[in-house]
């Protein structure tokens, strides 16, 4: 079974400073990999995915990451945050569709 | 516009006593999910269904049981047996290499 291992539990930055929210993973077989947002005592929404392809991949609200298959990490940035990104962040893997393993979590706050 | 919705958001229990938590899509989904959610310890599987009439036991599947008769419900019980049921409950659909959907959750609290 695959593990996922988000290295910071919590993550506070000023706004407008770039972020890093890191993510590492266990297996190095082919995988799926998602980084989803969780606002309080909501549903997790979809930030962005890699499939295949490219490894640099581009998501919703200005968020990216990277897929670094020899690290096997997936780490989520953001050149310049906003309040309004403040919430928690889940990284999650599958490995072709089957099942998903999700990470802790990091509870992002944004410093006005 | 296509979703998942589980019902009730905010449900109370007293002890002893089985809730069956709703969780319905519309997405033509032909996997579903029941996770668990606590502070600080991220989402945990508790049950997985792939196709109707066929589910596996996830990472803490004591004290739960579910159904699913038809692709689009996929019922979640609480029972008794399950000592510590505060939590919030997430159910989320899924199918070939699309990312899973989740529904808004249900907040279950024991009294």
């Known amino acids: 079974a695959q593990s996922v291992t988000q290295l910071d539990s919590q993550v506070p930055v000023f706004e407008e400073a770039p972020v890093e929210l890191r993510c590492n993973y266990s297996?190095?077989?082919?995988?799926?990999l998602f980084w989803y947002v969780q606002y309080p005592n909501q549903g997790l929404q979809l930030l962005l995915k890699?499939?295949?392809?490219?490894?640099l991949v581009k998501g919703i609200n200005g968020f990216e990451a990277e897929f670094n298959k020899s690290q096997t990490s997936f780490h989520l940035r953001k050149p310049s945050v906003h309040i309004s990104d403040t919430a928690e962040y889940f990284c999650?893997?599958?490995?072709?569709?089957?099942?998903?393993?999700f990470g802790t979590g990091t509870s992002l706050t944004v410093i006005p | 516009d296509g979703g998942i919705t589980q019902s009730p958001k905010y449900l109370f229990r007293k002890e002893g006593q089985n809730v069956t938590l709703s969780c319905e899509q519309n997405?033509?989904?032909?996997?579903m999910y029941w996770y668990r959610q606590d502070p600080g310890q991220g989402l945990r599987l508790i049950y997985y269904?792939?196709?109707?009439?066929?589910?596996q036991k996830g990472d803490i599947a004591e004290g739960y049981s579910v159904s699913r008769e038809k692709k689009e419900s996929f019922p979640l019980t609480v029972t008794s047996a399950q000592k510590n049921p505060t939590a919030f409950y997430l159910c989320?659909?899924?199918?070939?290499?699309?990312?899973?959907?989740f529904g808004p959750g249900t907040r279950l609290t024991v009294l």
């Open positions: 997405l033509n989904h032909d996997a």
């Open positions: 989320a659909s899924s199918t070939g290499t699309v990312a899973p959907v």
């Open positions: 269904s792939q196709i109707v009439n066929d589910f």
């Open positions: 890699y499939l295949s392809g490219s490894t």
């Open positions: 999650a893997v599958s490995e072709e569709g089957n099942q998903f393993y």
């Open positions: 297996s190095s077989v082919s995988v799926y």
